[in-house]
C-alpha cells in the first residue's frame, strides 16, 4: 500500500518530517487525520432570527375566559404553538419527560397588586371588553355583590404563575346566571403575563341567551398587574447563565425554536431534553427564552435550542421593526464530567501537546503498553476546540487498549437517570488500519455499549445510565494503528 504521508504532515512540525519514509504518522507527532469530517464550524448553525420573527407575526396565542369552560378549572398544560416555523398545537405533557415542576410558593397580597386600567361605569350604554392575550390559565368567578377585587388578587394568588388579573362583569351569559353554581356575573380570569387596556379585545356580542335577552356584553373590566415579578425557579439540571435581558442570543450551535404559550423555563427545559440531537453538534446544551413584544402587546414565548453554550456576549438581538425582545435569560445544562471537552490541557502558547493524564482525566496503559490513552492539545483532533482524547498507542509502538476515565468519581444524584453523551471519531488512519477500532463504554464497571464502527468520521453517541452516586465512567479501546478519538463528553441529567 502507497501512501502519501508528506501530505498527512504537519507544517508546524518539521523537525518530525522525514521525507524518505511512507509510513503512517502516528499521533504523538502531530499526523493529521486522514479525514476530520464532522467537526463543528461555528460559523454555521447561528439562530435563523428572520424565521423567529416572522412566526411571531403570524402565531395567534391570545386567549381569556370566553369559552364555555366552567370556572376555577386548572391551568392548562403549556401548549407548544409553533415549532422551527411551523405553526402547531401540540400539548407539552406528551412530549415531556414530565419534568417535574418546582412550584413557587410565594403569596402575595392585594397591596401587592397595582391597578393597571379601569374600566367603564355600569350605566345601561356603557360597554367595555375584556383581555384577550397570552399567556391565558384560567378564570373564577367571585362575589358580585361587590366589585370584589380583594378575591380576584386572592385567586391570582393561589394560581401557579398568575401574574395579571382581569376583572369584569359580563352579562346575558346564562351559564353565569343560571348553570354555574357560583350564581354571579364577576368574572376574573388570571394570566401568567401582564397585559394592559389596549388589548380589551373581547367586546362581548354573543346570543347565548334566546332572545329577547339580548347579546354578550361586558363592563367595569379593570386590570391588576403583580408589581413584583418573581424569578422563575431554574430547572433541575440547569444553571441560570444570564437575564433578565433585553436581548436574545444570536449565537452558534443553534437546533431551531419553539413557541410556547407561556415564559415556562420548565417547559423550555423539557423540549432542550428531548430535542433529537444535531448530527455534527449533538445534544442540546443551552436554551434561550424570551418573550416577544409586538407593538407594544406580548405576544410569543420563545424558546431557542443550542448544542453550543451560549452567554450574554451573543444575546445581541434585541428586536426587529415593531417586534421587541424582553425577559431574555438563557440556561446551561449542567454535565457532570469535569472538562467534557479537553480544554482544560492547554500547553501555554504551543498549539501542540500530549499527555497520559491532568487534573481533570487520568489515561492509563496496560502493561508494557505506552500511551495507549492519552489527551492533545491539538485543534485537528478535537471535535470543538483544541482538546480531544486518543485511544490507542500515541507512538503507535504497540496495538493495546487503553483506559481513560475522568480523575475524580462523578458528583451524581443516586438513583437518578443520566444521559451520557460524546462524540467518537476513527478516521484517523486509512480505511483499513481503522478496521478493528472499538471502544467500550463501562459505567461503573460494567460495560454499558462497545463500539466497533471501523473507519468513522466524527459521530455522536448516547447512552441512557442510571447513577449510583460516585459513578465511575470510563472508555476502553483503541488497537494502533486503529485509533479512536473523543471529545465532548457530557453526562446530563435526565429529568423523569
Ligand atoms: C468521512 O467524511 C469524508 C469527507 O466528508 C467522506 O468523504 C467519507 O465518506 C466519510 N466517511 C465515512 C465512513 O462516513
Ligand atoms: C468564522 O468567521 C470568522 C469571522 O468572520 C473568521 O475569522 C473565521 O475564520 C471563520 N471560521 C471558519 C472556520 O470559517
Ligand atoms: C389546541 O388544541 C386544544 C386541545 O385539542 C384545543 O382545545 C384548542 O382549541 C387548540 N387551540 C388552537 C389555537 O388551535
Ligand atoms: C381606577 O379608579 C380608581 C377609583 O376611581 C382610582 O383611584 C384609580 O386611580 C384608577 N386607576 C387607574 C389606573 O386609572
Ligand atoms: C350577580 O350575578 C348574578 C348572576 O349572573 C346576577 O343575576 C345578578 O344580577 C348579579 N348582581 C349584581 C349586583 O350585579
Ligand atoms: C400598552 O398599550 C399601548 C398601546 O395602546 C402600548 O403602546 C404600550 O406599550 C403598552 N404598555 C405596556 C406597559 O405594555
Known amino acids: 500500500m502507497v501512501r502519501l ?34 467537526t463543528v464550524d461555528h460559523n454555521e448553525s447561528l439562530t435563523d432570527s428572520s424565521v423567529i420573527i416572522s412566526t411571531a407575526h403570524v402565531v395567534d396565542q391570545k386567549g381569556g375566559a370566553t369559552e364555555d ?10 401548549r407548544v404553538t409553533a415549532l422551527d416555523g411551523d405553526l402547531t398545537n401540540i400539548t407539552l405533557e406528551t412530549m415531556t419527560l414530565a419534568g417535574k415542576r418546582q412550584t413557587s410558593s410565594t403569596r402575595r397580597f392585594a397591596t401587592d397588586y397595582v391597578n393597571l386600567f379601569n374600566g ?33 388578587l386572592d385567586f391570582c394568588d393561589q394560581v401557579e404563575q398568575c401574574v395579571f388579573a382581569n376583572l369584569y362583569y359580563e352579562f346575558n351569559n346564562p351559564l353565569l346566571d343560571w348553570v354555574f353554581s357560583e350564581g354571579s356575573n364577576l ?5 401568567a403575563d401582564i397585559h394592559n387596556a389596549s388589548e380589551k379585545l373581547n367586546r362581548g356580542g354573543q346570543q347565548l341567551e334566546p332572545p329577547p335577552a339580548g347579546l354578550t ?29 433585553n436581548g436574545a442570543n444570536d449565537a452558534p450551535g443553534y437546533m431551531g425554536f419553539a413557541f410556547i404559550d407561556r415564559y415556562d423555563v420548565q417547559a423550555c427545559a423539557d423540549l432542550c431534553n428531548t430535542r433529537d440531537p444535531d448530527s455534527q453538534g449533538g445534544g442540546c446544551q443551552f436554551f434561550n427564552i ?42 446551561r445544562r449542567k454535565s457532570v464530567v469535569p472538562d467534557g471537552s479537553f480544554e482544560g490541557f492547554t500547553c501555554g502558547d504551543d498549539l501542540f501537546c500530549f499527555t497520559s493524564s491532568y487534573s481533570a482525566w487520568e489515561g492509563i496503559s496496560p502493561p508494557y503498553g505506552n500511551f495507549d490513552a492519552s489527551i492533545f ?51 484517523y488512519s486509512s480505511i483499513e488500519d481503522e478496521a478493528d477500532a ?27 445510565v442510571i447513577a449510583q452516586g460516585n459513578d465511575v465512567l470510563q472508555f476502553h479501546g483503541g488497537k494502533a494503528p486503529a485509533f479512536s478519538f473523543i471529545d465532548d463528553v457530557n453526562l446530563f441529567l435526565t429529568v423523569g
Not at 217 to 245: C, H, M, R
Request: proline share 8%; charged share 15%; net charge negative.
Open 377 to 427: 492539545h491539538f485543534a485537528p483532533y478535537a471535535h470543538t476546540g483544541t482538546g480531544a482524547a486518543l485511544l490507542g498507542s500515541a507512538y503507535g509502538e504497540d496495538d493495546l487498549p487503553g483506559t481513560l476515565m475522568p480523575s475524580s468519581k462523578l458528583q451524581t444524584e443516586a438513583g437518578k437517570t443520566y444521559t451520557l453523551q460524546f462524540f467518537h471519531n476513527s478516521a
Open 120 to 152: 367603564t361605569g355600569t350605566g345601561p350604554s356603557d360597554r367595555d371588553g375584556s383581555i384577550e392575550g397570552t399567556a391565558y390559565l384560567t378564570y373564577t368567578v367571585v362575589d358580585n355583590s361587590t366589585y370584589n377585587i380583594e378575591a380576584c
Open 217 to 245: 356584553f361586558i363592563q367595569e373590566s379593570s386590570g391588576w398587574a403583580a408589581k413584583s415579578l418573581v424569578d422563575p425557579n431554574t430547572p433541575d439540571g440547569y444553571e441560570l447563565v444570564f437575564g433578565p435581558t
Open 187 to 191: 368574572k376574573c380570569a388570571v394570566y
Open 438 to 464: 472499538f471502544v467500550k463504554v463501562d459505567w461503573n464497571g460494567v460495560d454499558i455499549a462497545t463500539i466497533r464502527p471501523g473507519f468513522s468520521n466524527w459521530t455522536f453517541y448516547s447512552f441512557d
Open 290 to 331: 424570551w418573550r416577544a413584544v409586538v407593538n407594544g402587546v406580548p405576544t410569543t414565548y420563545t424558546c431557542s435550542m443550542y448544542f453550543l453554550v451560549a452567554d450574554e456576549s451573543t444575546a445581541v438581538n434585541f428586536g426587529q421593526g415593531d417586534l421587541i425582545v424582553t425577559q431574555s435569560r438563557g440556561y
Open 5 to 38: 504521508c508528506t501530505e498527512r504532515l504537519l507544517a508546524l512540525l518539521p523537525f518530525f518530517i522525514s521525507l524518505g519514509e511512507c509510513s503512517l504518522v502516528y499521533p504523538a507527532f502531530g499526523g493529521i487525520p486522514a479525514s476530520i469530517a464532522g
Open 69 to 78: 369552560f366552567p370556572p376555577n378549572l386548572p391551568p392548562p398544560p403549556v
